[in-house]
């Protein structure tokens, strides 16, 4: 069935580092995505978002990256800081079912001072 | 309200009962999810709301699941007969509407335990 993926479940750097995360999906229809934070406890906040049309968009010393010819989304995440230690997940929208929100299983990162 | 509230915020319950997580979205969106996750698991969508539409089922896992939205508003989720494999946090998000471009609000979860 269609999915969201990750390729790495954790993800260790040091304070100042500049941190990627990467994701795999496999439904080719999807035209909007998402990318979440979660801290322990916690419900998925926003981070960034990026339509299919775009293949780049930037935030607050974030980026996210979107490579629709393989499929491939990334966050990056610049001069990490030990408050972005928390579960990052990337969702998609779109397909057969418009609304709905398909999340990946998650990436750990945990960022030492 | 602010933002989306969920409660409550923790249940136990004994195998066999049966139990209803509320959400209340934020005021004017349209849109109202249920996902749920377990221990360091991903989320995995429940059921879908938007507007005046028929609901996306096509998450919740049997029939023991069923969720309704009142006046567009404020949803119960319902698990009749609750296992010991529905215990996890069960998280509601609403959006504005449905279309791409409208990221999904999250609350903060209701933790449940099937004993």
């Known amino acids: 069935g269609e999915s969201v993926g990750l390729h790495l479940p954790t993800l260790s750097v040091q304070e100042g580092d500049n941190s990627i995360i990467n994701c795999a999906y496999s439904?080719?229809?999807?035209?909007?995505f998402i990318w979440y934070k979660q801290e322990s406890g916690k419900g998925p906040q926003f981070i960034i978002d990026?339509?299919?049309?775009?293949d780049k968009r930037q935030g607050q010393r974030v980026t996210v990256l979107l490579n629709k010819t393989v499929k491939h989304l990334s966050l990056q995440i610049a001069a990490t800081q030990p408050g972005d230690s928390a579960v990052y997940f990337c969702?998609?929208?779109?397909?057969?079912?418009?609304?709905?929100?398909?999340f990946g299983q998650g990436t750990i990162l945990t960022v030492h001072p | 309200g602010a933002g989306v509230s969920q409660s409550p915020s923790n249940k136990v319950t004994e195998k066999g009962k049966d139990v209803e997580l509320r959400c209340d979205p934020i005021?004017?969106?349209?849109?109202l999810y249920w996902y749920r996750q377990s221990l360091g698991q991903g989320l995995e969508f429940l059921i879908y709301?938007?507007?005046?539409?028929?609901?996306?089922k096509s998450g919740l896992p049997s029939d023991r699941f069923s969720a309704e939205r009142t006046g567009g508003s404020v949803s119960t989720l319902t698990i009749q007969r609750t296992q010991q494999e529905d215990s996890a946090v069960y998280l509601c998000?609403?959006?504005?509407?449905?279309?791409?471009?409208?990221?999904?609000?999250f609350g903060q979860g209701t933790r449940l335990t099937v004993v």
């Open positions: 969702a998609e929208r779109g397909g057969t079912s418009y609304g709905k929100l398909t």
């Open positions: 439904n080719s229809a999807s035209d909007y």
């Open positions: 709301f938007q507007g005046n539409s028929a609901p996306d």
């Open positions: 005021s004017g969106h349209t849109a």
């Open positions: 990026i339509r299919s049309n775009m």
């Open positions: 998000a609403s959006s504005l509407n449905r279309g791409p471009g409208t990221e999904a609000f």
